[in-house]
């Protein structure tokens, strides 16, 4: 169904968001003040854990990272210059927020796209795309010692929730694959990008005092 | 080896299981105040985690929600509805720990039943009814920033392995599939109610200050 | 390729492993005086779960434990003595550790050999090393409450890293096996070793207090 230039700009993508989750557990390592090896571990983990979740789940051959380790090189290769880069990167927080915001709405869509590929579902493809773009800093989250992510008043999910189902719905009906992929892309990025400038978040559940559903 | 209706019954007991603990990890959400996401989120990881670390382990063809996504739609659907009504249930708790100790009891024997099914070794068998009993709750806790149920002073892995051991020892000795089922599942849900009702914990280990063994 | 001798060796090996993690798992337990049920649990899951990561990792037929239940009877009996026992195993903290750095060394080389023995990418066998080293102390530290092993100022991967380095250059240099196994285990004993006794750890990363790169 994918011409071959098809696949190298996905495989292209999926590079550039695994390398931009990798910063962002490395910068996680740095908070934790751990060693060099800390941050390949962190950064390695949450560059191609969402991947890795989605491709076990799946279950359609080995896991990505296992069959192309070019995945993994980047990981090592994006943490390591966090390390020696790191201070340049603190001192530009939201630089980062927006980094991880483009790595969310390129592996919604990338999570998606492989489990419609391999026949999942569209329920199913839209879960996989919150997994693959989601679980890689839930994982970083938890052996860093953070807050986990889902624990956040944020719209995070919610924004790679939107991606995943325009994309999903734009494929089932039909539309070609660079529409369905950049209206995704674009719907979580928005959604993203004005929960962070805004600081949006959608209404807690509160007990006992009244709900505040609008 | 079974009939259509038996193989209907364990899905409809499947569901039923899934769906109470998708309601305890939406509950969970509700203690964190998290958004209607977050119950879903919760609730759904809550749900089908257990089943999903077994069937990834049996390594026996695809994990069951993602051949059968009817398993994320009630996981969904319990969620959203305890988003709306989980004033109705916190004023519940114990409701809650006998719905929990209910999903414990159908988990364990279904998942020892799984891995008899695919021809396991009956000691895996059993692991699998502990963990597809217990692994949806673990992961419940860890993601929800609880203390870990494996921490807590209740007898509740206990429970799942009475349950699993019972239904693996009848199934081997020959019993029909509903007097193992049956008996698996009363005896689990009998240590788990007796636990509840009398605050029933087994000697924990003590340093230094003599044994507690009985 | 290799001799039975050869395989009764590793599989030898992977028991004594499998064994000293799920005391290391068991005396987590003591810490946190669960009973002897959490004891099996914790011990079991440390015990076995850096290989059941990289089997599934690997997707090479079913988790070796699922194949081989003598690997869960051999954890389920270590939790056990190490619950009746421990109180002779905390006054010799120490012991402890070099049991670890034991079983570190020991799983870091099967790991790899693992994977290269299923034709992964040397990376890919370097990584598997070094998971099946650290991802069941790693599990075992989020389950049990403690803080996760990746998080203390201690050469630990380091020295897995070193090992499955060393094991996966002699084996494609065409080094014989027990010369490669036996070069590997040494190299990260040997690190993990001098870290304990001299308290050695990398230099960490340091935010605006300047950097400390040796």
Redo the contacts between chains.
Sequence with gaps: MQTLSGMDFLIAVDHLAVAVFAVSGALV??R????????V??G?VTGVGGG?IRD????D???N??QQ?SY??VCITAAAVT??A??LF?SRYRLILWLDALGLSLFCILGAEKALAVG??P??AV?MG?VTGTFGG?IRD????E??L??R?EIY??AA?AGALVFVGLSLAGAGGLLAFGSGFLCCFAVRALAIRFGW????????EGRD?S
């Excluded at 938890?142 to 010692?145: D, E, I, N, S």
Aim: net charge positive.
């Design positions: 390592a740095s934790k003040q751990m060693d060099i090896f800390g941050f571990l962190l390695t890795t076990l789940l799946l279950g051959g080995a896991v990272w296992v380790p993994v090189a390390y020696f790191a201070h603190q999942a579902h329920l199913v879960i919150i839930i938890v052996l860093g010692g807050v986990s889902i624990l008043k999910v919610t929730l978040s959608l209404p807690a559940y509160r007990a006992r559903v």
